[in-house]
């Protein structure tokens, strides 16, 4: 049943006349790709969740610039120009009440907070008075470089497999009437491409005392 | 937005949370000035991509969670409704 529903999601696009990307890949003309390393805005997806292996931390990853291929995953670059910022709102008003601001410079990534933002909202400013971790960012087929704090926080920077997956090629057959249903097993058009991923790993006592939280990742730029 | 149920909270982490903050670290290079303006946001998949027409994709990439519901309730509806018909189709095979 789920599935049959997701399928209705996925021509829905089409019909409605969206970009059939899915997740968030290429999801807006502002911020479209593939591999738009002059911009860099477009992230692809979002993911939150508890450590597999410590349950007291979080874990927040934000994947951008969809579609690299290997030989364009090499030269891409995080733009020094964009704030990765996740947004946490702790008191269920849809308005973050922390965030953490990621910024790329000179090779290294940059994470300030978790920490209260100076203004909510579309505009922001970086908050410095908060935990500061740093790392460089890891080059395409090297070891990560994971920066430590000595408050538990984790960090990364660099090229990453993209883990989202999907026979985007079946689908345009179906939406185009040449086929009749996705095949099994499917083709997964996003094999063997990356994304630009910034993953932050955060002791939940950093987070506030509130049993939920809502999460959203933005990209913004100066 | 994503929702996440946590565990526990220990409080008391806290106070040394604050005292390993180190400020003098923003003096060494990094160039932390300025406004940055939002170009994309993402939390749930395919949400934009999905329930939001071409013509509005940019603008709900910049309308803040606290105000989606009242700028696109209308617009998923409408998707929603649309949908009847793929559901229905996929359903017979």
């Given at each position: 049943m789920k599935k049959k529903i997701l399928l209705g999601l996925v021509a829905g696009a089409a019909t409605f006349g969206?970009?059939?990307?899915?997740?968030?890949?290429?999801?807006a003309p502002a911020v479209t790709?593939?591999?738009?390393a002059s911009l860099g805005?477009?992230?692809?997806d979002i993911y939150a969740f508890q450590s597999p292996s410590d349950n007291s931390k979080l874990v927040f990853v934000m994947n951008t610039q969809?579609?690299?291929s290997p030989s364009a995953t090499a030269s891409a670059s995080f733009p020094s120009n964009v704030m990765y910022e996740f947004n946490i709102d702790?008191?269920?008003?849809?308005?973050?009440?922390?965030v953490i601001q990621c910024l790329v410079q000179n090779g290294k990534l940059r994470v300030y907070g978790p920490v209260a933002p100076v203004t909510t909202g579309l505009t922001s400013t970086v908050k410095t008075n908060g935990p500061v971790t740093e790392t460089s960012v890891t080059a395409y087929g090297s070891n990560p470089s994971i920066g430590t704090n000595s408050n538990g926080i984790k960090i990364f920077a660099g090229p990453r497999d993209d883990p989202f997956f999907f026979d985007l090629t079946r689908f345009k057959e179906i939406i185009a009437g040449t086929q009749t249903s996705f095949r099994n097993p499917g083709v997964d058009f996003f094999a063997g491409t990356n994304v630009m991923s910034i993953v932050v790993e955060v002791p939940?006592?950093?987070?506030?005392?509130?049993?939920t939280l809502n999460v959203w990742g933005e990209t913004k730029s100066k | 937005m994503i929702q996440l149920k946590k565990?526990?909270?220990?409080?008391?982490f806290v106070s040394a949370v604050v005292m390993s903050?180190?400020?003098?670290?923003?003096?060494?290079?990094?160039d932390t000035s300025g406004t940055y303006t939002q170009n994309d946001q993402m939390a749930r998949p395919a949400i934009n991509t999905v329930f939001v027409n071409a013509a509005r994709k940019n603008e709900f990439n910049t309308t803040i969670p606290s105000m989606q519901n009242a700028a696109f309730n209308a617009q998923f509806q409408s998707v929603l409704t649309g949908f009847g018909i793929y559901y229905k189709h996929f359903e017979n095979e």
């Open positions: 969206g970009i059939i990307f899915a997740a968030d890949h290429i999801d790709g593939p591999g738009n805005t477009d992230i692809t969809g579609l690299l702790n008191t269920g008003d849809a308005v973050e009440d922390l939940k006592t950093l987070l506030g005392s509130a049993t | 565990i526990f909270i220990v409080p008391v903050c180190n400020k003098d670290n923003d003096s060494d290079n990094f």
